[in-house]
């Protein structure tokens, strides 16, 4: 897919968001739990993956002392330069202690 058909297709899945009640609202839920997310980071992480609670990078989780299973994925988004980025989630972030625990549902 182009960059622009992307672009667009991507613009049309946040519109439609922002357009339905629940959506929306999970919307704000989202960004409540992560306020330290731009707006536009955001968006991209609630249409790929509605249920995420709490997102950082896989550095940030490292550097809090938090661990990822193997195998998990991150969400991946664009940034507003159109670099590929992605955030790892967790439900609840807990120190591990040097075991793997797993961070999303």
């Not at 704000?28 to 997310?37: L, M, V």
């Not at 989780?61 to 661990?67: E, L, S």
């Not at 955030?87 to 797993?102: D, M």
């Amino acid at each position: 897919m182009s960059g622009n058909n992307r672009l667009s297709a991507r613009n049309g899945r946040i519109a439609a968001m922002l357009e339905n009640g629940e959506s929306l609202k999970n919307f704000y839920r989202f960004i409540a739990q992560n306020e330290y997310i731009n707006l536009h980071d955001a968006c991209q992480i609630v249409i790929e993956r509605p249920d995420a609670s709490v997102c950082y990078t896989m550095d940030e989780w490292n550097a809090m002392g938090r661990r990822v299973s193997k195998g998990k994925r991150g969400i991946p988004y664009y940034d507003s330069d159109g670099y590929s980025n992605s955030y790892s989630t967790r439900t609840t972030p807990t120190a591990t202690s040097g075991t793997n625990a797993p961070y999303s549902r």
